[in-house]
T-cell receptor
Framework: KQEVTQIPAALSVPEGENLVLNCSFT??????LQWFRQDPGKGLTSLLL?????REQTSGRLNASLDKSSGRSTLYIAASQPGDSATYLC?????????????FGTGTSLTVIP | EAQVTQNPRYLITVTGKKLTVTCSQN?????MSWYRQDPGLGLRQIYY???????DKGDVPEGYKVSRKEKRNFPLILESPSPNQTSLYFC???????????????FGDGTRLSIL
């Protein structure tokens, strides 16, 4: 069974700090990895998607990297703002040989303190 | 506007009373799926559909049914709901389920289901 892990479960930082969120997965045969943001009582909003052939993707203050060999992805948030406070989830699509399914981590709850 | 629409958003019901949660997308996506989200367990996939009339079990399919008669709709059916199905449910869609797509999944706003 595929597993996706996110550590830490919660993180609190002062405004303006740069931070890194981690996602690890058990199988290097991934097809793509997505980072999502979830606000309380809301659905998931896609932030970045990295294909298995890519090493990183950037959008504004966000940068996501992928290292398949070590089974890790990181989401880097630059100059954090209170509006970044949310739960961040990573989701992995593994090889179709293991089923056409997305596997989610349990998320990192981020609080940015003004 | 591109969106995934779920209904109802909230539902409180009793054990054994059949219910259906509807999901509709307007993006002509082939792949649709249902997840449940529980504290400490994250999102787990219940069922998914690669296209019309093609459905497959995810990790937690017990107690649920789905159908995909039209491309835009993917309802989730609980034939005889039980309290352990109390959860937050999400429907999602993406252009394709092969993993090759560079387009992300789109999620609905969720359905909070309470089974008493």
């Amino acid at each position: 069974k595929q597993e996706v892990t996110q550590i830490p479960a919660a993180l609190s930082v002062p405004e303006g700090e740069n931070l890194v969120l981690n996602c690890s997965f058990t199988d290097s045969a991934i097809y793509n990895l997505q980072w999502f943001r979830q606000d309380p009582g809301k659905g998931l909003t896609s932030l970045l998607l990295i294909q298995s052939s890519q090493r990183e993707q950037t959008s504004g203050r966000l940068n996501a990297s992928l290292d398949k060999s070590s089974g890790r992805s990181t989401l880097y948030i630059a100059a954090s703002q209170p509006g970044d406070s949310a739960t961040y989830l990573c989701a992995v699509f593994f090889s179709p040989d293991t089923g056409n399914q997305f596997y989610f981590g349990t998320g990192t709850s981020l609080t940015v303190i003004p | 506007e591109a969106q995934v629409t779920q209904n109802p958003r909230y539902l409180i019901t009793v054990t054994g009373k059949k219910l259906t949660v509807t999901c509709s997308q307007n993006m002509n996506h082939e792949y649709m799926s249902w997840y449940r989200q529980d504290p400490g367990l994250g999102l787990r996939q219940i069922y998914y559909s690669m296209n019309v009339e093609v459905t497959d079990k995810g990790d937690v399919p017990e107690g649920y049914k789905v159908s995909r008669k039209e491309k835009r709709n993917f309802p989730l059916i609980l034939e005889s709901p039980s309290p352990n199905q109390t959860s937050l449910y999400f429907c999602a869609s993406s252009p394709t389920g092969t993993g090759y797509s560079n387009q992300p999944q789109h999620f609905g706003d969720g359905t909070r289901l309470s089974i008493l």
